[in-house]
């Protein structure tokens, strides 16, 4: 069955870095775009940034442009998104998704943005 596990997220001070990884199973990864999403509390499920399944066209939302990067690595089944200059309103919990329409969820990873 499709499995997408995130990891890397955790607490961090403004202006700081984070690395996520989602680790996927069940599927043929090469053949799917893949999606990272984060909700806020209150607030919508979010896109963050999506990456086709060659890696060679990326998309980001507005609130991330030149701070984040989605990447990913086909022989390890493996999507990525590197945080970086993190913010405050950076603080959600982030998803993995599968396809650009996403059709499988991860369970999230929290990332917290604090002094």
């Known amino acids: 069955q499709v499995q997408l596990v995130e990891s890397g997220g955790g607490l961090v001070q403004p202006g700081g870095s984070l690395r996520l990884s989602c680790a996927a199973s069940g599927f043929t990864f090469s053949n799917f775009a893949m999606s990272w999403y984060r909700q806020a509390p209150g607030k919508q499920r979010a896109l963050v940034a999506w990456?086709?399944?060659?890696?060679?066209?990326?998309n980001y939302g507005d609130s991330v442009k030149g701070r984040f990067t989605i990447s990913r690595d086909n022989a390890k089944n493996t999507v990525y998104l590197k945080m970086n200059s993190l913010k405050p309103d950076d603080t959600a919990v982030y998803y993995c998704?599968?396809?650009?329409?996403?059709?499988?969820w991860g369970q999230g990873t929290q990332v917290t943005v604090s002094a």
């Open positions: 998704g599968r396809g650009g329409n996403v059709d499988y």
């Open positions: 990456i086709t399944n060659t890696g060679g066209r990326t």
